[in-house]
């Protein structure tokens, strides 16, 4: 959210972040009920498209930011293929968002702006036919895609995809809810924090982070407790300076933290956490929710919690490679 107001002027992006690429892998690759995928930092993400475009009954849509005319086309070109596409924008970035909610109105897309009653709709999550979402770090913005670290997990679960399609369907009709976590979700402004610290508190050798934002003090403190009871606690941060007291107190716990800045041309945009990374206690994390009070308790978000070996190889690999490229606090 915080690159609104700290472009990356005059970098040359194919040339800042070719060290950076990690491999994709595909949704197909696996009959498992869940597969994750890194965004690809080019110029578009066909593996969102080929989603889209998979969709024959339903597709419901809660994007932050949607500035991507080729998701626009394909959100279009499934309605008038007769899915029923349904899509949330945020209302506080109608400049961002005009031009897509324009496009998909006057298409016929049941289109609406998002519920004043959370101070941001940060969510981003796609769902096709009432039994497939796909939960994301970033949002459907293709000036970002070539510089920006993010995630998207799909999610097959039908508990959570009903858990999904029942709080869409209040949001779109911005009626309340309190909703449920299926197996695997955790939600904001309900439930994110504890689970967060859940994921955290309950790492016994390793704890991985990597986010945009780091401000809460509950999950700060939480994550610099790990490392004083011996956990091996790694950071990637955007931009450290702005959260210099932050790192201050993971860093005396033992924390290592390294970190970007808008002028390298490579942007961490991506919110996820990897817990015991390869044992039977793993567990990871990704989704919408920055870890600043606003976010866990006043903004729509979405995330989701797995064991699978799959999702948490795929973000770890790409962890590692982001770890290994910042510049120690």
Known sequence: MLRASIRRAGIAAATCVTAFSVATVPASASADPYSAFVFNLGTSQPTIYSFINSATSTL???????????????????????????????????????????????????????????????????????????????????????????????????????????????????????????????????????????????ATTTLDVEEEEFSDSDVVDAIANAAENGVTVRVVLEDPSDYSSEVQEVEDAGATVVGYSSTTGFYIHAKAIVADYGLSTQNVEAGSMNMTSNSLGSNRELGIILNDSGVASTIENAFNSDYAGGTPA
């Open 60 to 202: 419901d849509m809660t994007m932050y930011e949607l500035s991507d005319t080729t998701a626009v086309n394909d959100l279009i070109a499934r309605e008038q293929a007769g899915v029923k596409v349904r899509v949330i924008l945020d209302r506080e970035e109608t400049k961002t968002n005009a031009a897509a909610y324009s496009a998909l109105k006057a298409a016929g897309v049941g289109v609406v702006y998002s519920s004043p009653a959370f101070v941001y709709t940060h969510q981003k999550t796609i769902t096709v036919n009432d039994d497939k979402s796909l939960v994301l770090t970033g949002n459907l913005t293709s000036e970002y895609y070539p510089t920006s670290r993010d995630y998207g997990v799909f999610d097959n679960d039908q508990t959570d995809v009903a858990a999904i399609e029942k709080v869409f369907a209040a949001d779109y009709a911005h009626s309340s809810i309190t909703p449920s976590d299926g197996d695997n979700l955790l939600w904001s402004p309900t439930t994110a924090e504890d689970q967060l610290l859940s994921v955290i508190n309950g």
